[in-house]
């Protein structure tokens, strides 16, 4: 299985409060990518990185923030929680290239009160 | 605009039937790659098989069977003589300019016993 830990797990937030999800990988690939979950909407890309300090916006990238300061690292921030960002959020890597398989953190559950 | 539909929201279905899961796509792009992730009920996401643009063979990995077709821009995925551990949320996944990733709201197979 591929090296990728997803931190914290679980958390319950209030509405305008900062959180931020870490991503750490140990297999050095270079590309990272953010994803949140709902009910009906499968996965929708939020933010991707292709390399340390080299981050693109996904498709539901309103509201969030990312940062790669290493490779093996990949922030996703919330600078002030809403509800609508109740979700699940997957972290993925890729090596090389884009279009190569991508493989799965386990997820964090994020609760918006 | 570019687009996944996985029009079967549930299928449900008795051991050692064959299913087919449908996905069409829709992008204006002539370079672009099509993938099937499973996840099963435990939640993690799971590679099962990407395509590109240009190859339109179909493939065959056990009982799991694709089917390319960029007449109708779909990549339908069979599961021949099912199980129940076939039981997941399937989702189809377009990777278009080389980074954008969409993914289709996915379909839950149900196997039964």
């Known amino acids: 299985d591929a090296g990728i830990t997803q931190s914290p797990r679980h958390k319950v937030t209030e509405t305008g409060t900062p959180v931020t999800l870490r991503c750490h990988q140990t297999?050095?690939?270079?590309?990272m990518y953010w994803y949140r979950q709902d009910p009906g909407h499968g996965l929708r890309l939020i933010h991707y990185s292709y390399g340390v300090k080299d981050t693109d916006k996904g498709e539901v990238s309103d509201g969030y923030s990312v940062s790669r300061s290493k490779t093996e690292d990949f922030l996703l921030t919330l600078e002030s929680a809403t509800s609508s960002q109740t979700s699940v959020y997957f972290c993925?890597?890729?090596?090389?290239?884009?279009?190569?398989?991508?493989?799965f953190g386990p997820g964090t559950r994020l609760t918006v009160l | 605009a570019q687009k996944v539909t996985q029009a079967q929201t549930e299928i449900s279905v008795v051991e050692k039937e064959d299913v087919t899961l449908d996905c069409v796509y829709e992008?204006?792009?002539?370079?672009?790659?099509l993938f099937w992730y499973k996840q099963p009920p435990s939640g993690e996401l799971v590679f099962l098989i990407r395509r590109n643009s240009f190859d339109e063979q179909n493939e065959i990995s056990g009982r799991y069977s694709w089917n390319f077709q960029k007449s109708t821009s779909s990549f339908n995925f069979t599961i021949t003589a099912s199980q129940v551990v076939d039981s997941a949320v399937y989702f189809c996944a377009l990777l278009y300019n080389f980074n954008k990733f969409y993914f289709g709201s996915g379909t839950k197979l149900n196997v039964k016993p």
């Open positions: 992008t204006r792009d002539t370079t672009y790659y």
């Open positions: 297999e050095n690939h270079r590309y």
């Open positions: 993925a890597i890729s090596e090389g290239a884009s279009y190569n398989e991508q493989f």
